[in-house]
Nanobody, 123 residues
Framework: QVQLVESGGGLVQAGGSLRLSCAAS????????MGWFRQAPGKEREFVAAISWSDGSTKYADSVKGRFTISRDNAKNTGYLQMSSLKPEDTAVYYCAAGFTILGARSYDYDYWGQGTQVTVSS
């Protein structure tokens, strides 16, 4: 089992940037695939990005391609989501997740979840 804690959310102006962090404890983080999801008020949780545990390959939702970058530092047991050119539509609670499905894009592909961190983009 792995425990995940997100941080780095906040209030930013449209066009700005934020880097979210996902600190992991428990089993070696390098053994897990990692993903990021988000949920806006009144909407279902949606896939944002994923990164494999093997070769570091990545996958992104079309809505964030070219703006967001997912990465991980297994030595630090930490995952990241670098967000740039933020839009008001990006406002949501962001969750990191860990599991064993390579580049999973569905919530059920992941076994462990953080508590979420709020990202609000003003216009």
């Amino acid at each position: 089992q792995v425990q995940l804690v997100e941080s780095g959310g906040g209030l930013v102006q449209a066009g700005g940037s934020l880097r979210l962090s996902c600190a992991a404890s428990g089993r070696t983080f390098g053994n897990y695939a990692m993903g990021w999801f988000r949920q806006a008020p009144g909407k279902e949780r949606e896939f944002v990005a994923a990164i494999s545990w093997s070769d570091g390959s990545t996958k992104y939702a079309d809505s964030v391609k070219g703006r967001f970058t997912i990465s991980r530092d297994n030595a630090k047991n930490t995952g990241y989501l670098q967000m740039s050119s933020l839009k008001p539509e990006d406002t949501a609670v962001y969750y990191c997740a860990a599991g064993f499905t390579i580049l999973g894009a569905r919530s059920y592909d992941y076994d462990y979840w953080g508590q979420g961190t709020q990202v609000t983009v003003s216009s």
